[in-house]
């Protein structure tokens, strides 16, 4: 669920320059676009489909407000942070190009849930943590989004708090500690740079690689709001969610 997107045209609508474009071809409904039923949704649904796809999509984003304990772990440590979230002004079910299943959108401070790709509860669960880590990174540190090593740095924290964690636990069975912690880094960094790569369509593999290797120790061992790296179906994301008042979160 890689994907910041911009604006990539300001308010007036016209077209700004380069360096904010990154993205927003992702996010068509970002640029006022109304994003054209595709032909087989009209042939065998008609285009009421989107609507149902929004319903369904808003009804998972809010289970997992009510159910999720890491999604209520990470709201909590963001109302702690003076950013509390508002259901309907900081997260917007959408349609996206097909490449993307959610993003966090700086200058709106919203957070994107892809209703067309982003289809089941376990998904909208997985983009809300991963964009909410971006949202209290920005409201935290005033991250800058279009700063390469900020981008890299909430990559590799979103990856490591979330992502690679549930990779590294199905992984577990078979390998030495050292062998997962040695895998789990790398699964981080992999993630982040792919992710690095999705929001900025300008920047090689290699820029993204350095920009992730320089921020990597400092944000890796970064472990706010959660605390530790969780594991899937494992006690973490309870045992996280009931000591957030250790970290200063009712
Ligand atoms: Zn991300």
Redesign the pocket.
């Known amino acids: 669920?890689?994907?910041?997107p911009a604006t990539g045209q300001d308010q007036a609508g016209a077209p700004v320059d380069n360096e904010d474009n990154w993205g927003y071809d992702l996010y068509p409904e970002r640029r006022g676009d109304i994003p054209k039923p595709k032909w087989w949704q009209t042939a065998f649904f008609g285009s009421g489909q989107t609507n149902v796809e929004k319903t369904h999509c808003e009804r998972n984003v809010y289970n997992c407000f009510q159910n999720s304990p890491l999604v209520k772990l990470m709201y909590s440590a963001l109302k702690a942070s003076g950013c509390e979230i508002d259901l309907r002004r900081h997260i917007a079910c959408e349609v996206c190009d097909i490449k993307v299943s959610g993003?966090?959108d700086p200058k709106f401070n919203q957070i994107v849930v892809c209703q067309n790709t982003a289809r089941s509860s376990g998904m909208v669960q997985a983009i809300l943590i991963?964009?909410m880590i971006?949202m209290f990174d920005a409201c935290r540190h005033q991250l800058d989004f279009k700063n390469i090593h900020h981008l890299a740095c909430?990559?590799i924290r979103?990856a490591n708090l979330t992502h690679c964690s549930f990779m590294s636990a199905m992984a577990q069975g078979d390998a030495s500690f050292f062998r997962i912690k040695q895998q789990h880094a790398e699964c981080v960094k992999t993630k982040a740079i792919g992710?690095v790569l999705a929001?900025r369509p300008d920047v090689s593999k290699e820029e993204a690689r350095a920009a992730v290797d320089k921020v990597f120790t400092k944000c890796y061992n970064d472990l706010e709001p959660i605390g530790r790296r969780v594991r899937r179906n494992s006690a973490d994301m309870m045992r996280a969610y009931t000591e957030r008042g250790n970290y200063g979160y009712d």
């Open positions: 669920m890689p994907g910041h993003g966090y991963h964009e971006h909430t990559e979103a992710s929001v």
